[in-house]
């Protein structure tokens, strides 16, 4: 087995070179692993990741699990091992993640967080983020609480009318709207019986929808919004926004509209024409930046225009279970269930709960990238749109397999092909990372596509089948074609990276030579294959250099 080589929040390393280290600091660890993502503490290893061995007197490992699950509340069952590293014997600890809050037996509650550094470190959890934790782990749902010091004068009359026009408008629960305001607050968790006192008062979730201002200010602190358009590192646009989310979201629409300009394109004789932010991603992207943001942490939802593409973030990180890799295909279980289950009785979002599919559909169905969660924290879900230019020829070409189809792509197969069509041919290994679709939704993809001759084999990998740029490049200028490096457009941009300092990104290539992202970035790992060029970073980081 190999062992890591640094610390991580999911790894801790303890030193026990100079004595074992004391058992309280073993069910330290293990605490605030359960408490954070689970993960193993081992024992006999520097904080460098040099493996200096476990001390006599832990390596009994039965006796070491069986002292955990005696010290901490709720027990703990843990996996121990020992695993042989040079010569040297090292403790290995592993712990899951918990479903509820875990203490010592002394009610000490931990929890790991990263230092400004990077590094991780145990800090004590305090009863304030409890809420926190059992909310992002599926054990309270902070909005079906009673909204703190609320009447049921705190909701909005005109906001309550608004909801029952989602209703109205979309027929997503017609029943609601026979009823008075006071059964339809009640139906759709706007208000709850408090007991033991036995009177209606409003929800959390009730404030948050159709809450006066007023109420939104005094009872949720937390619920606000920015919205800033910048230009050259300067606002141009920067507002702060506290307002019902029925309110909410058309006005955050609005002031997105004046800056998402569109693009024209013939597709045969029909025009069509794309935001550069579509704006079913955006009104997706948005009401589940609110929908599952973590209202118990101060902060606003931020969204933010600039240069290079929209933000969207929230407070919270994803919830347990829940990562960039399975963003597609988990099970929906979102952090404010009550707030959730509202907005879909209202229209507001899909009942199925599967809004990602959607701006991730809708995206690259605008001839866009594929969108990036990869600046997500355990903080903070962080949601980039790229700006680019309309890729018109692959919009071209789903239009073209539509009407072969006589039917539009499953969204699997959608997601696939996009990412073939930005990042060239790849193994059927590397698609999963790339489009957050599991591996065998991404094999039923390749075979619908395969089916249709939307996309070829090639060697071990797919291609999109009609993209004639591949990793065979020799066998071709073989056969008499061009050698990559006289390619016109490649003189151009070895020639714009040298005069940009030597370095430059795949948005600055796209602009230099006039053609979409998706374009530049297949010419770029065209020229990285061949020697031409060289890469580093990744993501908004990620730039291509000459030496």
């Not at 579509?278 to 942490?297: G, K, L, Q, S």
């Not at 701006?359 to 594929?370: D, K």
């Not at 999963?432 to 939704?441: G, I, V, W």
Request: proline share 5%.
């Amino acid at each position: 087995m190999q062992l890591p080589t640094k610390e991580s929040l999911r790894t801790e390393f303890k030193s026990e070179r100079s004595g074992p280290v004391d058992d309280s600091v073993i069910i330290n660890n293990v605490v605030a692993l359960a408490n954070t993502h689970g993960g193993t503490l081992y024992l006999g290893i520097e904080d460098d990741g040099t493996v200096t061995g476990v001390s006599r007197q832990h390596r009994n490992i039965n006796q070491l699990a069986a002292y955990v699950f005696n010290n901490t509340v709720p027990p703990t069952q843990v996996r121990s091992s020992v695993i042989d590293s040079d010569g040297q014997s090292v403790v290995s600890i592993t712990v899951d993640e918990s479903t509820q809050l875990t203490c010592t037996k002394g009610g000490r509650v931990l929890h790991r967080v990263l230092k400004a550094n990077g590094e991780p470190e145990n800090v004590t959890m305090y009863p304030y983020e409890f809420m926190s934790r059992l909310s992002s782990i599926g054990q309270y749902d902070y909005s079906g609480q009673p909204a703190p010091d609320s009447s049921l004068d705190d909701l909005d009359p005109t906001s309550r009318d608004l909801l029952r026009e989602g209703i109205a408008r979309t027929h997503a629960d017609d029943q609601l709207l026979s009823l008075s305001d006071a059964e339809f607050d009640g139906a759709m968790g706007l208000t709850v019986r408090n007991i033991p006192a036995g009177d209606i008062t409003p929800t959390v979730a009730g404030i948050l929808t159709i809450g006066e201002k007023q109420a939104l200010r005094r009872t949720m602190p937390t619920a606000s919004a920015t919205f800033q358009v910048m230009r050259g590192g300067s606002p141009v646009v920067d507002k702060t926004l506290r307002l019902p989310l029925v309110t909410m979201f058309a006005r955050l629409e609005e002031l997105l509209a004046p800056w998402n300009t569109q693009t024209e394109v013939m597709l045969g004789s029909r025009h069509a024409n794309f935001f550069d932010v579509d704006r079913d991603a955006f009104r997706e992207a948005m009401v589940n930046a609110f929908c599952h943001r973590d209202y118990t942490i101060l902060g606003p939802v931020r969204i933010q225009l600039d240069e290079s593409g929209l933000t969207v973030a929230n407070p919270g990180g994803f919830v347990r279970g829940v990562n960039f890799d399975n963003l597609l295909t988990v099970s929906p279980t979102p952090r404010n269930r009550q707030l959730a289950d509202i907005l879909k009785r209202c229209g507001y979002v899909e009942r199925t709960g599967r809004g990602i599919d959607r701006i991730f559909a809708r995206t690259v169905s605008s001839g866009r990238p594929l969108p990036d969660y990869s600046q997500s924290t355990t903080n903070e879900v962080v949601l980039f749109l790229r700006k680019t230019e309309v890729d018109e020829r692959f919009i071209r070409l789903l239009d073209a397999l539509t009407e072969r189809r006589r039917s539009p792509l499953p969204t699997e197969s959608l997601i696939v092909l996009a990412a073939l069509n930005q990042y060239g041919q790849l193994h059927i290994d590397e698609i999963p990372a790339k489009t957050s679709l599991d591996r065998e939704r991404v094999r039923m993809a390749l075979d619908d596509l395969l089916s249709s001759r939307s996309v070829v084999r090639r060697g071990t990998g797919y291609a999109m089948a009609d993209d004639g740029h591949d990793a065979t490049s020799r066998n071709r200028t073989a056969s008499g074609a061009q050698p990559l490096a006289l390619r016109s457009d490649v003189r151009q941009t070895l020639d714009h990276i040298r005069e940009s300092g030597g370095e430059v990104s795949v948005s600055q290539v796209a602009e230099h030579l006039g053609v979409s992202y998706a374009t530049a970035s297949r010419l770029l790992k065209r020229m990285l294959a061949d020697g031409l060029v060289q890469h580093r970073g990744s993501t908004r980081n990620s730039r291509y250099f000459v030496e």
